[in-house]
């Protein structure tokens, strides 16, 4: 709401505040308010307990066939680096894990006795490629090739849209959005995540990451461009 009244233009909360409640004023002077309803859905919990009970186990085993995918890089000279597949496995399933990096060594551990892990690699190693350039483009195609099992079953409809975030050791997301309380700050450092999912599985099919400044109208052109080469798109809500 404090963009609507800053800016003076609607927000997303409030379009769908609006489309929720909406009131007419009758000739008669009387009020007809209609209300939409939120469509609930059936849960089956039998299958929602299986999938969550082998949720880590399955993860892992797709993490890995989406690795198996990148191509390594020939050893030349110097110190031999650790393999991408074990660099971006190690790195996805840290954020899976949502422990810290020393926290996260048991389940290193783990996934070299299943094979997964050719070694287990050092916490700060993790960190390194973490940060590193490289594994950029190795993600945008694991995002890609992951998207496109469910290209048969899907709609061409898509959405796009963004949300703020920003390291531990910065300002929060939620500092930058809604202002320090008592002080006025002049810069904050965060990130912004485009996203682009369908609108039929909700899976995620594309995705940028940009500094504070990137805005989805700019961003937009270059989402749906790199979807389109996979994926046939008719609609962007």
Request: glycine share 4%; aromatic share 10%; with cysteine.
């Amino acid at each position: 709401m404090r963009g609507f009244q800053g800016r003076g233009i609607m927000c997303k909360h409030t379009f769908e505040v609006e489309y929720t409640i909406t009131k007419t004023l009758n000739n008669d002077g009387s009020i007809t308010t209609t209300e939409t309803k939120k469509t609930t859905y059936l849960q089956n919990w039998k299958a929602y307990d299986n999938a969550s009970e082998q949720q880590k186990e399955l993860f892992q085993k797709l993490l890995n066939d989406l690795c198996n995918t990148i191509d390594e890089q020939p050893y030349s000279s110097g110190r031999p680096k650790m393999p991408m597949h074990d660099m971006v496995f190690a790195s996805a399933l840290k954020a899976y894990s949502t422990s810290s990096l020393r926290r996260f060594a048991t389940y290193s551990m783990e996934a070299q006795s299943k094979g997964y892990l050719v070694k287990t690699p050092d916490y700060s190693t993790v960190a390194k490629y973490m940060e590193s350039a490289d594994m950029r483009p190795v993600l945008k195609e694991l995002l890609r090739l992951s998207a496109l099992p469910l290209k048969t079953i899907e709609n061409d409809s898509f959405s796009i849209d963004s949300s703020g975030f920003s390291p531990n050791k910065f300002s929060r997301w939620f500092d930058h959005k809604w202002g320090a309380k008592g002080k006025e700050t002049e810069k904050r450092l965060f990130y912004k995540a485009h996203i682009v999912v369908r609108n039929n599985t909700h899976i995620v099919c594309n995705a940028e990451v940009t500094s504070q400044f990137a805005v989805d109208p700019i961003m937009l052109p270059q989402l749906v461009q790199e979807v389109k080469r996979n994926f046939n798109v008719k609609k962007i809500d």
